[in-house]
């Protein structure tokens, strides 16, 4: 019991499930359900319900008393880990400077076209406000989607399993995603699509696939973040959500 009042109990468990996963991860040869990220998730959760059934406590409860203490020094960590992505960024400026105008009017247009298919597939399947809300901010990386989802009245939790299944699909699928479009032989496209789509495990990614896709995911990781805290107020607002 003193160790599950620690924080370091929600520390340790994370890092012990995503070493787990990635060992998995790189035993089955990049079986997209062991992304390490996504693994820790469920196994997670799964770990926390045994206990606290164990303890006569609900999951919820368990989270509150014995995992969300190391749970939230592990999510600050997540606004230093975004700032980080202006170092690729910085070692390769040449290209923004010579793209940047291309870049910035794909980036803002891609991310309008998503709001409305976002809000178009939601009706579709019957969201409530709340869960529309919660979709919205899904294409900015974690640490900017889960404010700003509470921010338009959205449900953090959900947008958080919508961000983590975003990236895992995107990281699992990469390789073929970049042929289906005919990215291959476009760097910029490369990292563009997987930084705006993956978010940091998408840009983790594309710098395996060089310098060019790495810097290109860095930016559309920071610019999808500026304009989703720009546009996504404004148009929940407009669209009475």
């Excluded at 900017?144 to 990281?171: D, F, H, K, Q, R």
């Amino acid at each position: 019991m003193i160790l599950l009042s620690n924080p370091l109990f929600g520390v340790l468990l994370s890092l012990a499930l995503f070493v787990l996963g990635q060992w998995l991860f790189d035993k089955t040869n990049g079986f997209f359900l062991l992304q390490p990220l996504f693994f820790a998730m469920v196994m997670g959760i799964v770990v926390l319900a045994l206990l606290g059934h164990s303890m006569g406590m609900t999951t919820a409860q368990f989270y509150q008393k014995a995992y969300k203490p190391g749970g939230d020094l592990i999510f600050w960590f997540l606004n230093p880990a975004t700032i980080a992505f202006a170092v690729p960024l910085y070692k390769r400026n040449d290209v923004i400077k010579k793209h940047g105008f291309v870049i910035l009017f794909s980036l803002v247009i891609g991310t309008i076209v998503s709001l409305f298919a976002i809000t178009g597939i939601s009706k579709l399947v019957g969201l409530s406000h709340v869960g529309t809300a919660s979709m919205l901010s899904q294409s900015a990386t974690t640490a900017i989607a889960l404010p700003l989802s509470t921010a338009v009245g959205g449900n953090a939790a959900v947008t958080a399993m919508a961000c983590i299944l975003n990236a895992v699909i995107i990281y699992a699928l990469g390789k073929w995603l970049i042929k289906w479009f005919r990215l291959d032989k476009d760097p910029i496209g490369e990292g563009l699509g997987m930084g705006t789509a993956g978010h940091t495990v998408g840009s983790a990614f594309a710098v395996k696939l060089g310098s060019i896709p790495g810097a290109m995911a860095a930016v559309a990781v920071v610019v999808i973040g500026v304009v989703n805290n720009l546009i996504v107020p404004l148009f929940a607002h407009l669209m009475h959500i």
